[in-house]
């Protein structure tokens, strides 16, 4: 079987690996004790959150006041920080459900851990929207049901409704899938648990046997999930992207916005799974698992979605130059020279430029390259919603009602605590579940064996003929 992997031109399972190797790489780890690297990481994570906490409590006490928001800039950092979470959440189900639908094998080696990211980044995201209205405890009035309210009826006109369908379909659909996918490795841990672990993974993994039947089933799960879940990924940003192109606002009032969305929230949320991918890789040493194919392929998608996101900057100067709208065209100026001029440069230099170091294959397959573009991409996506949200709102059509903002410490307190929050999560499932999909590696593993096998027939069969 090892030689059978070996044979492959780039294979993505390195090393001569069985299957009870891939059981113990993968499922061992759930059963030892955290070792130092993730004690640190998981009390740092911790500490954010805490601080988050306190700051959610502060903001709950003494009112959005606490923010600096004002009249002209009514959203700020939690409407940035919102759509830069759900940016985030973007990558795990392209990498779930369409990878999966076009049979791309490489996606092996990642979708557990992106599918789990899109989870805890959704979380994150779903925070900012339920504090901004003031009143959490309240928030049930957006949902529509029958009630006595009378005349009082959620706004089925409002984008920031159609927000709420949208992402909690997302969210629901991703957790679906990403606990299909979880099944048979969780049955896998159960079979060698003992105690009360056993008992809980006998539960959460659904008397699951590994017959033939529970099998063929789950591959029509999945599949049905991954086709309901592909639609998702363009509709989900496309909506959030309405929340501004449905307004009249100059920088926002243009139908660029929905692909543009689409393609930088695969952007960043591709380099995030890379900066997971890369710290994981690491830590629990799973470098036959997560090869250098697998970082090279996410590496063109950033690549493309990178310049696809890059064309449309270029594309909307472009546009407010030839509309000859005076107010287009000063939202576009103030952007790139006005006094968030920072957030420009950096959004520019970050998203425009500095990934274009992959077009050179030797820097695709870096590790440590990747691992500081996957940051820089990131903080380049977040300038890029800060330019589009705060910037925007601080210039409008009267001059007398202009305002410079600038976060408070409790909206970056809340921002560093969903951090917090979302490394928490993440460090908790690598210790209960197997951070790489151990069913599909050895999947991959018995196909390239029965190859191997069938190569190896069709030539005993041809020497023989002659």
């Known amino acids: 079987m090892s030689a059978a992997v070996s044979s492959i031109r780039e294979p993505l399972i390195t090393g001569h690996k ?8 993968l499922i061992g780890p759930t059963e030892k004790a955290p070792n130092f690297s993730w004690v640190v990481a998981f009390l740092l994570s911790v500490t954010l959150l805490s601080f988050g906490i306190f700051c959610l409590i502060w903001t709950f006490w003494v009112g959005i006041g606490s923010w600096n928001l004002n009249r002209t800039i009514g959203w700020g950092y939690d409407i940035t920080n919102f759509v830069w979470w759900i940016g985030i959440g973007h990558a795990g189900t392209l990498i779930s459900a369409i990878l999966l639908l076009f049979r791309q094998k490489w996606r092996t080696g990642v979708n557990r851990a992106a599918e789990a990211m899109t989870i805890f980044a959704v979380m994150c995201a779903g925070l900012f929207p ?6 959490p405890w309240l928030d049930f009035f957006m949902f529509p049901y029958p009630n006595t309210r009378g005349p009082l009826w959620v706004n089925f006109n409002s984008p920031l409704l159609w927000d709420l369908f949208a992402i909690s379909t ?69 909506i959030v992207s309405f929340d501004f192109a449905t307004s009249v606002i100059p920088g926002w009032h243009t139908t660029i916005f929905p692909p543009y969305f689409v393609a930088g929230a695969v952007f960043s949320g591709f380099a995030m799974v890379q900066t997971l991918m890369v710290i994981t890789r690491k830590i629990l040493n799973l470098n036959d698992y997560i090869t250098l194919a697998h970082i090279e392929s996410m590496n063109k998608v ?4 990178g310049t696809i996101v890059g064309t449309a900057y270029l594309t ?4 407010a130059w030839y509309s000859q709208y005076t107010y287009e065209q000063y939202a ?30 030797k820097m695709r397959r870096n590790i440590w390259v990747t691992f500081l573009m996957s940051i820089f991409v990131n903080i380049g996506m977040w300038f890029e919603r800060f330019v589009i949200i705060p910037t925007t709102l601080a210039r409008d059509y009267l001059p007398s009602s202009w305002s410079y903002y600038w976060p408070s410490w409790v909206e970056i307190g809340i921002f560093i ?3 917090g929050l979302f490394f928490v ?42």
């Open 18 to 25: 069985t299957y009870h190797d891939i059981t113990e790489d």
């Open 425 to 466: 999560l993440y460090l908790i499932f690598c210790r209960v579940a197997p951070v790489v999909a151990a069913a599909e590696i050895k999947a991959i593993l018995k196909t390239a064996g029965d190859q191997y096998v069938g190569e190896n027939a069709k030539k005993q069969t041809h020497s023989h003929s002659h």
């Open 130 to 135: 339920a504090t901004h209205t003031g009143r």
């Open 302 to 305: 950033i690549l493309l979605t």
């Open 316 to 319: 909307e100067l472009f546009i």
């Open 417 to 419: 605590g969903t951090i």
């Open 170 to 238: 997302y969210f629901t659909v991703s957790l679906l899938f990403w606990y299909t996918g979880l099944v048979p490795d969780l049955a896998s841990v159960r079979d060698r648990a003992k105690g009360v672990r056993r008992k809980i993974y006998s539960f959460v993994s659904m008397g699951w046997t590994g017959s033939a039947k529970h099998w063929q089933r789950h591959e029509y799960l999945s599949l049905i999930l991954a086709g309901l879940a592909t639609p998702l990924v363009l509709s989900v940003h496309t």
């Open 332 to 361: 576009f100026f103030n952007r790139a020279t006005g006094p968030y001029f920072w957030s420009y440069i950096g959004m520019m230099g970050c998203n425009l430029i500095i990934p274009q170091i992959f077009w050179w294959k």
